[in-house]
């Protein structure tokens, strides 16, 4: 083999290598959103066929599962997860909490408190609370859980509960206090979604105020909090159980 040749063959050798970097990367980012997320199958069978409902519901009633320190805030259909990559979500901008759908009317479903904390709730918010917690996983570290779509189709009705008036800062709440109901609204300028109530839990910045929701590297798996499998990584079926027991 002459010097021109293994020249030819290290740079095919260089360039092979780097096109299977390329698709372990892309495999990974794929792998790492859930790989194709199954999660609207069950939501759209929520919406068009309201006798799928009760075989497709996580019912809790205010008891959490076994060895986990939160409660299910709602009970529903769980059907977005977290790192889900479903619409409206994408692999680039995975949904960042969990969507629990109620079965019931605008205003009727109720959300309650994960865990005990300080609740608040900023002036301008019509649908939305947050709760500032000492992690039960991680003491000393501080972590938010943030509860929103409480309010009618077009924001004119919150359907939080009184208790809590917006302007509210760091009102102490027990694990499992009724913060409001599961309602329909996305925001001014939104149009409206189908009844469900997302949740997610937010860590906090430097100043110790919690980061933006809306940011997937801004909140946590919710999973070990709740003893469910809410990563879309675990791809788990409907409807989501307790891990122990399973
Ligand atoms: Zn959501």
Known sequence: MNAMNAKRLLIIALVTLFLFGLAGGAFILWYRGGGLSQSNDPINRWFTDPASRPGLTTVMNRVGCPEAPFILPSDGLIGLLWNDPAAPYTLMNTHTGIDVFGD????????????????????????????????PLQPGRTIWTYYTHMASQDGSQSYIDEAFPPGTVEQPVEQGVLLGYQGEFAGTGRPPIGLHLHFSIVLSDDE???????????????????????NITDAPRRPITCVIGE
């Open 104 to 135: 019931g009317e605008p205003g009727t479903v109720p959300v309650y408190a994960a865990y005990p904390g300080w609740l608040s709730r900023l002036p301008d918010w019509r649908s939305s609370v947050i709760i500032r917690h000492d992690d």
């Open 208 to 230: 110790g105020s919690f980061r933006n929701e809306a940011v997937i590297g801004n909140t946590v798996d919710p999973s070990p909090y709740f003893g469910m499998r809410l």
